[in-house]
């Protein structure tokens, strides 16, 4: 690839919205946790889906199973997190959402309560170094654990939104898929929303999801994730997308999570082509940039020369993605100053 291409991606100031914490663990990362952990017999090669390979989605769901047991103390937690937003940082990317999964871990005496803590722990300790990265939390809810520990969840992320500094702003709904129904889930969404939560839902990211997104829009959410089967051509229906025009719903848009996770055949088949010429917000995500060997500005540059887009295009969705955040005005004004500025620096 040509370098000075490499750079541009690389210097443009960009915002990741769709960030799995435990999915974004870097390689060197992992090594470190695999040495602190000897017995597990766990090989670096079984967390990353490299260059050229692919797996199913249901493969991928079984690489975070043996990421969780390499990642399941407070120190892990803190190591982890401090990585992933130092490694963002490094990246470019001024202003991150990351969500995460609250854990129990009976073995080392984690609670949820204690996962998050450390988590906005994690956040502090960065932003008193000096790293360059603002960071919001979103807490997730992971479909497969049912409707109770989706409740519970919302509760806890209810406490902390409001102890958190604005840290906390919202709630993810993740997980398996095909393991589920969403209509279950309703109320603990329906309640995160009443009490002021944003919602960032995965929505129809396999193709058997209709009729879950419909009840989902009904909400309904301020942000969509992946939303792969939505329009007709992927077999969903014109009204799931004329609802989301309306609602003018961003979708965090993750190409390289979706063809690594065979959702998506090809890059150029994504459904990014689709939403960006119906100029619908599209913001481009890495989802898991662990698992898929990926960072933010490699999928900036993937979609700019599958798709065609100029340095100017390339400019514009990172710049529009501010305003699809859920961060108060201010940051996002603030943001919006940072991009002005640096501008004349790097589009020439
Ligand atoms: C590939 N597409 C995806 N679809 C749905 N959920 C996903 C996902 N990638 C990650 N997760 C969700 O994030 C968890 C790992 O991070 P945390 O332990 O929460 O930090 C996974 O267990 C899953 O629930
Ligand atoms: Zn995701």
């Given amino acids: 690839m040509d370098t000075e291409a490499d750079l541009f991606y690389r210097q443009i100031p960009k915002v990741e919205l769709h960030a799995h914490l435990n999915g974004s663990v870097s390689f060197a990362t992992m090594e470190k946790l695999i040495a602190r ?15 050229g390979q692919r797996r199913t989605l249901a493969e991928c769901f079984e690489v975070f199973k043996v990421i969780h047991q390499l990642v399941d103390s407070e120190e892990d937690i803190l190591m982890v997190a401090k990585s992933v937003i130092e490694e963002f940082a490094a990246d470019g990317v001024k202003y991150l959402e990351l969500r995460s999964t609250p854990r129990e871990e009976p073995k080392t005496g984690l609670s949820k309560r204690r996962y998050i803590e450390t988590v906005l ?4 300790q960065c932003k008193q170094e000096g790293v360059d990265i603002d960071v919001r939390f979103l807490v997730a809810v992971d479909r497969r654990n049912g409707p109770e520990v989706a ?3 919302v509760k806890l992320t209810e406490d902390f939104m409001l102890s958190s500094d604005g840290v906390v702003v919202g709630l993810d709904l993740s997980g398996d898929p095909t393991v589920g129904h969403g209509k279950d889930l309703l109320p603990a969404l329906q309640r995160a929303r009443n009490s002021g939560l944003k919602l960032a839902l995965h929505m129809s990211e396999v193709p058997s999801q209709k009729e879950e997104s419909e009840l989902l829009l009904d909400l309904p959410p301020d942000r969509i994730g992946h939303g792969t089967f ?3 051509e992927a077999g969903g229906s014109d009204s799931l997308v004329d609802k989301i025009s309306k609602l003018n719903i961003p979708l965090e848009l993750c190409l390289t999570s979706n063809v690594k996770g065979q959702t998506v055949p090809s890059y150029d088949k994504h459904h990014f082509q689709y939403w960006y010429e119906r100029q619908h ?3 481009l995500c890495t989802d898991d940039k662990g698992v898929f060997c ?4 490699q999928e900036y540059q993937l979609t700019a020369s599958t798709f065609g887009l100029s340095q100017e295009a390339v400019w ?3 710049l529009q993605a501010i305003h699809c955040s859920f961060a108060p005005e201010a940051l996002k004004q603030k943001l919006v100053q940072r991009w002005a500025e640096l501008r004349p ?3 020439h």
């Fill in 230 to 232: 939505l329009h007709p």
């Fill in 121 to 124: 722990e994690a956040i502090h």
């Fill in 316 to 318: 514009s969705l990172s």
């Fill in 345 to 347: 620096h790097i589009l």
């Fill in 37 to 51: 952990k000897p017995h597990l017999n766990i090989e670096s090669s079984g967390t990353a889906i490299r260059s």
């Fill in 294 to 297: 990926t960072d933010l500005s």
């Fill in 151 to 153: 409740m519970e969840t």
């Fill in 281 to 283: 917000p599209c913001v």
